[in-house]
């Protein structure tokens, strides 16, 4: 019987052009994304993160030690241009032909168009709607105007697990049972978590915020919430007297209860805008830099956003609080 399994093993290995004697060699992005992976590969392998989560992936340049790390990597997995143009370059001029997966360029992925205007207009559809809600993908729309955030809708995190687990199966066929399992195994925690989410979010989704940067539009999409605008389509650590302007007049004409800021650009950045202005701040974060980068990592980034959004938007008081 061990030679039998040897044997199947040994053939594996000719017929997949990809089979490494153990595991592979896997290099993740950003924490969303590797605590994705690291759920499939659970009881495998770790795999490893090359941007931790309390550094923005935008405008971001790769030191030479990271450079060396996408050298030895068998499996690379990023969101791609859209998102980490600093790795552009380095992918292009690597020696080694590593698999490489852009999960924008992936096609059971739903893509939105990034926004191209701080305010947004009014949803009036519900949730069930967006089955068939327009999307977007590579024939229709310049992936550059894509929105990167694609980590964000709980349906794309399925679809991510899955497609990592066909890749996986590929490179190391010997623990393909287990990636598969474990592929299960994520999304069917993934409905359960989301089914609680959209309990927590259902009172507050006609409540109008705002957020610092324009990247959670998946997730707002997704549990229909009534985000209004954001300072910026792009994070961006200066703000214009202009801009700064439009925004209180965007807090002020929607009302917006509460406005998100995130932990990875600087606090001063919303304060100093605030002054004077009546608004509740939260505090929203789309890569987790709190959370402990693991098979549960995801699970624990959308029950933060939901809870954050609940906490700072779930206060009959706060409305009135405005209108003085
Ligand atoms: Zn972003």
């Known amino acids: 019987m061990r030679t039998f399994i040897a044997l199947l093993t040994f053939l594996a290995t000719l017929v997949s052009p990809y089979a490494y004697a153990k595991p592979p060699n896997v290099l993740v992005s950003i924490a969303p994304l590797h605590s994705i992976v690291s759920a499939v590969t659970e009881g495998v392998f770790t795999p490893s993160l090359l941007i931790p989560a309390g550094q923005s992936p935008h405008h971001l340049s790769l030191a030479p030690s990271d450079a060396q790390r996408l050298h030895k990597a068998d499996f690379i997995l990023w969101v791609g241009p859209s998102l980490e143009n600093y790795l552009v370059r380095p992918l292009d001029n690597l020696s080694r032909a590593p698999v490489v997966l852009a999960l924008e360029h992936v096609a059971s992925l739903t893509i939105l168009p ?29 992936l ?18 899955q497609v990592v687990s066909e890749h996986l199966v590929l490179l190391d066929p010997e623990n393909s049972l287990r990636y598969l399992k474990n592929t299960q195994d994520f999304q069917a925690r993934l409905k359960q978590v989301d089914t609680n989410i959209s309990n927590v979010l259902s009172d507050i989704k006609t409540m109008p915020y705002m957020v610092f940067h324009d990247g959670y539009q998946y997730f707002e ?35 917006a209860v509460c406005i998100f800021k995130e932990p990875q650009f600087p606090d001063a950045m919303i304060t100093n805008l605030l002054d004077g202005v009546a608004i509740k701040v939260g505090v929203l974060d789309p890569l987790g830099a709190n959370i402990e980068p693991g098979p549960s990592g995801y699970f624990s980034l959308l029950e933060q956003l939901s809870t954050n959004l609940n906490a700072c938007l779930n206060d009959p008081t706060s409305q009135e609080d405005r209108s003085e």
């Open 114 to 142: 990034q926004r191209e205007t701080i305010e947004w207009p009014e949803h009036t559809h519900s949730h069930d709607e967006h089955s068939d809600h327009a999307h977007l993908h590579e024939h229709d729309i310049d």
């Open 144 to 161: 550059l105007t894509s929105d990167p955030h694609l980590w964000l809708s709980p349906k794309n995190a399925a679809q991510i697990a």
């Open 221 to 255: 999409q997704y549990y229909g919430l009534n985000s209004v605008g954001a300072m910026h389509l792009h994070p961006d650590s200066s703000l214009s007297v202009k801009r700064a302007h439009q925004i209180r007049d965007i807090i002020q004409g929607r009302a």
